[in-house]
C-alpha cells in the first residue's frame, strides 16, 4: 500500500493532514450525488476492503463548537496550522481496519451498539483517462456520509439505503491517491427513516464502493420497457450527461436483430421507440433477459434486460396481459449465517434461493431499496419484487425538508433500479399514520413515482382499522394506489390464531389487495403446545388460521407474510428467545427452517392459496 504522506514544502502532511485542508475547505460546495442506472455494468475501481477507521462519537473530526478557535474541526485539523506545535492525536496509518462494504456493527464487538461518526480512510492507485470523468460510485453508506478525496471535498449524502455517484475528476490524479469518508449512521427525527425502527441501525459504508470512469459525455440513465399498448415495442428513453441537442444514440438487441437510433434533444434526453418481434417475454416460469447495448460516441454499456408488461385490470394484477397471484414473502437486507447488513451476490442468491424452494414468485424487499445484487439475481431467477422507499412509521410529514429527503430517496431508488424487470411495484411507505398531512406527503411521492416510471405499480402498506372481528380498509391513501398493501397480525399482535377463521374483510376499494405482513415470532427448535407463544408450534397455528382466511378474500391477490429469515431488531430484547432479533422468521438467522415454513411451502406449491382471478 503506497504510503499515504505527501511532501508539500516544508511540512510533511499526512493523508490525515490533508483531510484538514479538505476540512479548512469544507465550504466548499462538492457536486451533488447523482444516480446512475447501470453503474454496476461498468469498468470499475474497487474500493472494496481495508479501510483505516477512527471513531469519533463527538465528530470533533468535522464540527467542534466548543472553542471558537478550534471551530470547522479540531484534531483532524490541529496539523493544519504550519505554526501549530501541538500534538498529533490522530493518524490513520495506525488506525485500526474495517472493511469495505460491511456495517460496523457486527466486525467489531465496540461497535456493535455504537451510533455516531466514524472516518474511514484508504489510499488507491488511478490514471486518469483522456476526455473522461471519473466518478466514486458508492451502494450505500448508512446514513449521512461526508466524501474527499485528496484532501478535497467532492461529496455529501444522506440516505442509508440508495446508491450515489459524486463526480471526483477534479480531485483525482495519476498515481497514488487516497480518500477518506466521515460516516454517521445517527439517528435523526427529521431523517427518513426517523427515529424509531423495527431493524438494526448497521452504520458503515455497508455496500461497495468504487471509482469508475466515463466517458466526457455519457449515458448516466436509461429506461427501456415493453409498450402496455403497442405489442412488440419497446420503449423509453436514454439520457446523456454532457450533451446538448443532436448526439446520436444507439440501442441493440442483438438475439432480436434489433437496433433503434435516436438523437437527444436540448435536455440530453433521446426518446427510444422501436419494434422487436420474435420477443420472449420475462415471467417468473420464463426469466428470460436479452443482452442489450447501448451506444453513443465514446461510451457503451452492456446490459442484461427482461421485457415485460405489469398492469391491473379491476381487482386483478396482469403479467405480460395475464391475471397473476403474487406467492410472497418479506425480507429485510439482513445477511445469511454471518447476519449483519447483506450486499453481496452471495447474500442474494442465499436469500432468494429459500424464497424460491419456499415455492415464491414474489418477495417484498422491505423496508427499504435492497442492494442492486438482489434485483439482478431476482432478474435472473424470475422473483417479481416489490421495491420499498423507507417511509416507514411516523415520520415528520409536515415538513418540508423531510419530504425533500423521501422523494430524493425515491428518486435515487427508480434511477438506480430502474431497469430491472424483477420489479414490478414501487411501494411508497409501510405503516403510516393515517392524517392529513401524511396523505398529502404520500400522495406526492405517488406522483413523483408516476413521474419518473409509468410503467410499474405504485403500493404502500398500510395500516388496517378493525371493527370487531372485521378489517376494514378505507385508508384514504389508497385512492392513489394501484395495488392496496396491508399488514395485520391476527394470532400475533391481536385476538389468536383461530380468530382468523372468523375474520371479515371490508375492502372499500375496487383494487387488487396484497396482505403485506403477518406472522408471529417463534424461537428455532423451542417446541411446545400450539398454544404457547414462541414455539415452532404455535407460529405455525398462525400460519394455518392465516391461509384458510386469506382463502376468504375475494380480491387478493398477493401475500408477502413477514418474514422469510429472523433479522435483528433493538427493539426485540427478551433474552434466551428474542436475543435483538426479531423472530418471525420462517427461517433462523442461521438457516433453520421452522415448522411454518412447512406449511407456507405446501400451500404454495399446491396452489392452495391465492386466486390470480
Ligand atoms: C410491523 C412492521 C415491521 C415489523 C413487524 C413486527 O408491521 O412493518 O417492520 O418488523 O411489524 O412487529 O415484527
Known sequence: MPSSRFSLGRITLSCATLVCCGVAAWAQTANAPLAFTGADRRPALSLNGDWASIVDPYFSGLFSFHHEEKKNGWF???????????????????????????????????????????????????????????????????????????????????????????????????????????????????NVPTLETDWWNYGGITREASIITVPNTFIDQYDLHLSRTQDGVIEGWTHLTGAGAGVPVEVEIPELHAKAQAATDANGKAAIHFTVSGLERWSPEHPKLYAVKLRTGADSIDEQMGFRTIETRGTQILLNGKPIFLRGISIHAEAPYRTGRAWSDKDAETLLGWAKDLGCNFVRLAHYPHDETMQRAADRMGIMVWSENPVYWALKFDNSQVYDKASQQLEEEIGTLRNHASIVLWSMANETPSNPARTDFITRLAAKARELDGSRLITAALLVRAQGNTKIVDDPLGKVLDVIGVNEYIGWYEAHPETADVTQWDIRYDKPLIVSEFGGDAKAGLHGSDNQRWTEEYQANIYRHQIGMLNRIPQLRGMSPWILMDFRSPNRPLAGIQDEFNRKGLISDQGEKKQAYYILQKAYKEGAVGKPE
Not at 485539523?77 to 456493527?105: M, S
Request: one cysteine or more; hydrophobic letters at 30%.
Open 76 to 190: 483532524l485539523n490541529r496539523k493544519a496550522q504550519p505554526n501549530d506545535t501541538g500534538p498529533t492525536e490522530y493518524d490513520f496509518d495506525k488506525a485500526p481496519k474495517l472493511k469495505v462494504p460491511g456495517d460496523w456493527n457486527t466486525q467489531r464487538e465496540s461497535l456493535f451498539f455504537y451510533e455516531g461518526p466514524v472516518w474511514y480512510q484508504r489510499n488507491f492507485t488511478y490514471q486518469p483517462q483522456e476526455h473522461s470523468r471519473a466518478f466514486l460510485h458508492v451502494g450505500a453508506a448508512n446514513y449521512h456520509s461526508w466524501w474527499w478525496v485528496n484532501g478535497k471535498k467532492v461529496c455529501e449524502h444522506e440516505g442509508g439505503f440508495t446508491a450515489f455517484n459524486c463526480d471526483v475528476t477534479e480531485a483525482v490524479h495519476p498515481g497514488d491517491n487516497f480518500i477518506v469518508a466521515a460516516v454517521d449512521n445517527t439517528r435523526r427525527e427529521d
